[in-house]
C-alpha cells in the first residue's frame, strides 16, 4: 500500500511540473506583455519597456523563464510585476479573505444539497421531488450574476443586510465582537449566492445516486428482512449512495480559486478570485501563473485525497 | 439436473413484441416528459429567431442593432419612436420599440435579434470543438489505448494529457487566455472548446473499450474489416447517445460562460451583440432601465433552461436501464 | 394436495400487473397456490412466465411499476395483500424468510456479512449486540461457513458466490421463519455448488420444520426436492400436481412438453425436443389459451376461450381444454 502511496504521489508530482509548464507556456506565447498595459503613458519609454523586459527576463527563451519562476517560487522571491510585491504573501493575505467564504458556501452547499436530494430520490414523482428538480434547473440555467443581481435588488429595498465588501466602512476600531458580528453579516449574502448553483448541482446528484441505489438487489433484501423503512434508506441505501461523493472533496479546493472570481467581483470581495481579476488584467505573469500553480496542486492534493478515502470508506477497494 | 428450454427460436408465431426502431423508442420517452417538450419548442423557436435575427440585421436590414439614437435613449418596451426626429433609415419597424431602447437609442429588439444568432453560435461551435476534440482523443485511447509510442502507452498518454487540462481551473483558465488573446468572438468560440472536452473523451474512451469487446465489434475485426470502418461503422453509432446529451448540455454551459466572462469585460466585443454582453451592459442602468437587464436576463435563463432540461430529458430517454419503465 | 390440512400460507387469485408507459402488463393473472405447513411446494415455469413475481408479490416487496392489483395472500389467517406496512414488517424476515436468485447483488457490499445477519435478529427479537454476534456465529456454522469467526466480519466481495448464498440463507432463517420463499435460490451458482446449497436446504428443513416456496425453472431440482408442483406459464397456473403424477403422467401439453425437453439417463433420445414459439410477454398474450399458438395438441377451440382450472384426476388439476371433457362436473 505504501508503495502505491508513493508511486501515486511521484505521478502527482511530475504532473504538477507539466501543467504549471503548459500553464507557462499558454500566458508567455499569448500576445501581451506587462509593458503593453498601457502603451499611452507618456512616462513609458522605450528604455523604460526595455529596462522592465530585462528586469523581468521577458527576453530569455520560455524554458529559462520558467526555470526563473520555479526558482524564485521555491525561493519565495517571486515578485509581482505590479507592484512589486512578493507574491507569496499576498496570494496568503488573499486567501485569508477568501476562506470565511469558502467554508461558508461549502458548510451550505453540503449541509441543503443532501437532505434536498436524499428526500426528492425517496419520493421520486412527488410534488416535492417535481418542484425541486425545476428549481435545481432553474438555477443551475440562471447566469450567476443576474441572480445575484437581483437578490442584491430585493435585500437592499426590504432587508438590512450588507450587500458589499468585507465588512462596514469604519467599524475597524469597534470592539472585537461587534467587528466580529459585522463581518459574519457580510458574509451572509455572498456566500448564500455563491452556493445556489453548488446546492442545485450536487442535490441533482445526490437525487440520481440516491436512485441508483434504491434499485439495487440488496435493498430488496433489506426489505425482505422486514428492516424498518427508514433504516433501509437511511442505513443500506445512503451508506452506498454517499461513497462516490467522497471523491468531490477533490473538486472541492479548487473552487477557491476558479469558482469565486465571479462572485467576489460582485460582491467587492477582496479574496483571491479577484486577486486573479487583476492579475488578469495587469498582465501579472507571476501572480497567474502561482494562483494556477496553486490551483493545480489544490486539485491533484485533493483528489490524492478523495482516493485514499475512497479506499477507506468502500470495504471492496484496496490501494495496490 | 436439466434446464427448461430458456431460448426458442421463434418458428411461425407472430412477433409480439411490438415493433419499433430505436429511435421510436427514444422519442416515446421523451414525449413523456412535458417540461421537456416544451423546452425542445422553445428550442426550435429560437433557432428560427436566430436565423431570422441573422437575416434581418446582416443580409436584409430590416431592423438595424447598431443605429444609435440619442434623442430616444432608455425608451421602455412597447413605447413609440419620436418618428419627427429621426430619419427614415434610423426609425425601427413599425415605429415601434418593442422591447424599448438602451443607452445609446439603440433598439433592445433589433440587439437581441441579433445576439441571439451570436449567442447560439458560440455555444454550438464551442461544442462543436470540444465534442470533436472529445471524440478523437477518447476514440484514439479506447480503440489504440495499447499501442506503444516509444516507452508510453497512447491511452496512458491521452489520459494524462486529460487529467492535466482536467487540473486547470477552467473558468480562470479560460478567462486567462481570453484576456490575453485579441478580443475576438472566435476566440471565445475556440477557447471554450478547447478547454470543455475532458468529459467527453474520458465517457467515449470508457464506451469504446467497452464496445470493443463487444461480439458484433469482435466480429468485424475477425472478418478484417478495416479500423477506420469498424470505428465509424460500428462504433461512434454506439458511443454517440451520452455524447448527444453532454453536447446538449455544454451549449447551455456555454452559453453561461459567455455571459460570465461579458461581466468581467472580457465577453464578446461591441458593435457584436450577444446576450451576455446586453445584459452585462444592463446592469449599470438596473434603476433606471431595468428592461436593459432582466430582458437578457430571462432569455438567457429560458434558453439555457431549455437546453438542460432536453439534455436531461435525452440522458433519461436514451439510458436503456431506464427505458422499461 | 392440502387436505385435511390448514394450509399455512394460501394464495388466492392474485393478481400483478406492472404499468409501464406502453400501458398495463398484466404479469400473474389469477394464481392460487396453498402451501401445508413443512412441506415443499415448486413453482416451475420458463423465464418471464411470472413466478418471480409471484414470489416478490407475497411479501409486498415488488419495485416500482409492479403493483398487486387483486387477490388474497392468507398466511395464519392474516391477508397480506391487506395488512398495513408495520405489522407485515413483523413477518418479512421473522415468520417469512426469503433468499434470491442473485447472491452476487444481494448483499448490502458496504457492510459485514455479521452485521447484516445480527440486523435480522435486532429488528425481530430485539437481541443486544453481543448476544446477536453469538447467534450469528452459530448460524454461520449451521450454514457451513468455516471458519465464522473469521468470516462473520468479511465483506460480501470476500466470498465465493455459493457462500453468499449460505450467508443469505443464514439471515433468512435467523428467526427461523415457518415459510421459506426461495425464489431460483441455485440459477446463478456452479452445479456442484447448486447440490450443497440444495442439501444445506433440505437439511435445515427437516431441522426447523418450515415449509418452502421453491421457484425455479429446473425440473430436475423440483423432483428431488419437492412434494408438490404448480408449472406457471404466461402469468397462469396451468397444471397442479404432486411430484410422483406429474412426472408419470403429465396432462398439459405444455407440462409434456418441458419433460419430453429433459434427458433422460438410459434414454439416448436423438435429440432433445425444443418447444416451437417464444413465451409471450405480458403485453400481449394471445386470445383463448395463452398456449394455444405453441401447443402441439391445440384445437379450434383454443384461441376462442380461455380454459379454468379443472380436476382431471384425483388431487390433479389442470388448465386445458383436452380435459374439459373428461371431468365430472
Known sequence: MWSYLLRNLLQRLLLLVLISFLAHAVVHLAPGEPSEVDPSNPRMKPEDIARIRAAFHLDEPLHLQYLYWLRDLVTGELKSFKDSQPVLPKIWRRFLNSLPLFLCATLIVWSLSFPTGIHAAIRRGSLYDRTTTVLAYAFISIPGFFLSYLVILWVVHTLNVPVIGMQTFGMENAQPFYRWMDRLWHLVIPSFMSAIAGIAVLSRYVRSQMLEVIGQDYIRTARAKGLPEETVMYRHALRNALLPFVTMFGFLLPALIGGSVIFEQIFAWPGLGRLGYEAILARDFPVILTLNFIAAALTLAGTFLSDILYAVVDPRIRLQ | MADLPRTVAPVDTVDLAMPETPLQEVWRVFRKDRLAVASLGVLLALLVVAIAGKVLTDWIVLVNPETVRLPEKFKPPMSYAATELLSVADRPPFGLYLLGTDELGRDVFARMLQGSFVSLSIGFIAVG?????????????????????????????????????????????????????????????????????????????????ALREQDFVVAAQALGLP??????????????????????????????????????????????????????????????????????????????????????????????????? | MATGKRPLLAVSDLRVSFFTDRGEAPAVRGVSLAIPPGQTVALVGESGCGKSTVALAILRLLSDPGRIVGGRVVFKGQDLVSLPEPALRAIRGKEIGMIFQEPMTSLNPVFPIGEQIAEVLHVHLGLPKREARLEVLRLLEKVGIAPAARRIDQYPHELSGGMKQRVMIAMALACQPDLLIADEPTTALDVTVQAQILELLQELQQELHMAILLITHNLGIVAQFAQEVHVMYAGKIVEHASVHPLFQHPLHPYTQALLKALPRPGHRAERLAAIAGTVPTPFQYPPGCAFAPRCPEVLAHCSMQEPSCLEAAPCHAVACWLYAGSVQR
Open chain 2, 227 to 325: 479500423a477506420w470502418r469498424i470505428i465509424f461503422r460500428h462504433m461512434v453509432p454506439n458511443a454517440i447517445a451520452p455524447v448527444l446529451v453532454s453536447a446538449t448540455i455544454g451549449v447551455a454551459s456555454a452559453i453561461l460562460t459567455e455571459s460570465a466572462l461579458s461581466f468581467l469585460g472580457f465577453g464578446v466585443q461591441p458593435p457584436y451583440a450577444t446576450w451576455g454582453n446586453i445584459l452585462a451592459d444592463g446592469k449599470n442602468f438596473i434603476f433606471d432601465a431595468p428592461w436593459l437587464f432582466f430582458i437578457p436576463g430571462c432569455a438567457i435563463l429560458t434558453v439555457v433552461l431549455a437546453f438542460n432540461l432536453v439534455g436531461e430529458a435525452l440522458r433519461e430517454a436514451l439510458n436503456p436501464r431506464l427505458r422499461r419503465r
Open chain 2, 129 to 209: 470543438i470540444s465534442v470533436l476534440i472529445g471524440i478523437v482523443l477518447g476514440g484514439l485511447a479506447g480503440f489504440y489505448g495499447e499501442v506503444k509510442l516509444g516507452f508510453i502507452s497512447v491511452d496512458t498518454l491521452i489520459m494524462r494529457f486529460t487529467d492535466v487540462m482536467l487540473c486547470f481551473p477552467t473558468f480562470f483558465l479560460i478567462l486567462t487566455v481570453v484576456a490575453l488573446l485579441p478580443p475576438s468572438i472566435y476566440n471565445i468560440m475556440i477557447v471554450i472548446g478547447l478547454t470543455s472536452w475532458m468529459g467527453t473523451a474520458r465517457f467515449v474512451r470508457a464506451e469504446f473499450l
